[in-house]
């Protein structure tokens, strides 16, 4: 069974920058999307960034212009580079890897920005 791991989260104060890693391990088929969501305690679950095998990216519009998301193919790890970090984006961020047959999900990292 395919296993993600996500590792960065913490605490960090309004403006500052943090990284968040998610590697995956197992049977990984070589085209597949991977990303990251978040949910904020009593807020809906929001999918922040996609990325692509072929490295085609979305962002959430939330987040445009100071999160980029980016891969390396051959770990099968996606990164998640938060800058200019607002007491809003605290949440729990969990990482996903979709085929068109499955989809997997790690456990989730705690981000906290603090005002």
């Known amino acids: 069974q395919v296993q993600l791991v996500e590792s960065g989260g913490g605490l960090v104060q309004a403006g500052g920058s943090l990284r968040l890693s998610c590697e995956a391990s197992g049977r990984i088929f070589s085209i597949n999307t991977m990303g990251w969501y978040r949910q904020a305690t009593g807020k809906q679950r929001e999918l922040v960034a996609v990325?692509?095998?072929?490295?085609?990216?979305n962002y959430a519009d939330s987040v445009k212009g100071r999160f980029t998301i980016s891969r390396d193919n051959a770990k099968n790890t996606v990164y998640l580079q938060m800058n200019s970090l607002k007491p809003e984006d605290t949440a729990v961020y969990c990482c996903?890897?979709?085929?068109?047959?499955?989809?997997?999900w790690g456990q989730g990292t705690q981000v906290t920005v603090s005002s």
């Open positions: 990325i692509t095998s072929g490295a085609t990216t």
């Open positions: 996903y890897l979709h085929t068109l047959l499955a989809a997997y």
